[in-house]
């Protein structure tokens, strides 16, 4: 069965750092794809980033980017996620997702295309 197990959410000032982790266990994946979404209180679960297998492709959503950097540690399927320059506005349970192989003609920016997800990790960030 495969889990993922998430950390590094907390309390910090508008401005601050946190750097999140995710490792997947549970089974060897050979080609996917690693996510972050966020899913703020009365709002529906969004694209923060992702990344590939290979940390060659990644992809940031426009409300993280140039804060946020997404790195990968491929043996051990482990997905990072560093905040920098946090808003109240980033205030959100991040969730970290697995896809599982390559889907044709699916987005993998859409929540749809992972197969495995974290129960979630808080962030919160306030003046």
């Known amino acids: 069965q495969v889990q993922l197990a998430e950390s590094g959410g907390g309390l910090v000032q508008t401005g601050g750092s946190l750097r999140l982790s995710c490792a997947a266990s549970?089974?060897?994946?050979?080609?996917?794809?690693m996510a972050w979404f966020r899913q703020a209180p009365g709002k529906e679960r969004e694209f923060v980033a992702a990344?590939?297998?290979?940390?060659?492709?990644?992809y940031y959503a426009d409300s993280v980017k140039g804060r946020s950097t997404i790195s990968i540690d491929n043996p051990k399927t482990t997905v990072y996620l560093q905040m920098n320059s946090l808003k109240p506005e980033d205030t959100a349970v991040y969730y970290c997702?697995?896809?599982?192989?390559?889907?044709?003609?699916?987005?993998?920016?859409?929540?749809?295309?992972?197969?495995?997800w974290g129960q979630g990790t808080q962030v919160t960030a306030s003046s």
């Open positions: 997702a697995v896809a599982d192989g390559i889907k044709l003609g699916q987005s993998w920016l859409s929540a749809a295309y992972y197969d495995y």
């Open positions: 549970g089974r060897t994946f050979s080609s996917y794809y």
């Open positions: 990344i590939s297998w290979t940390g060659v492709s990644i």
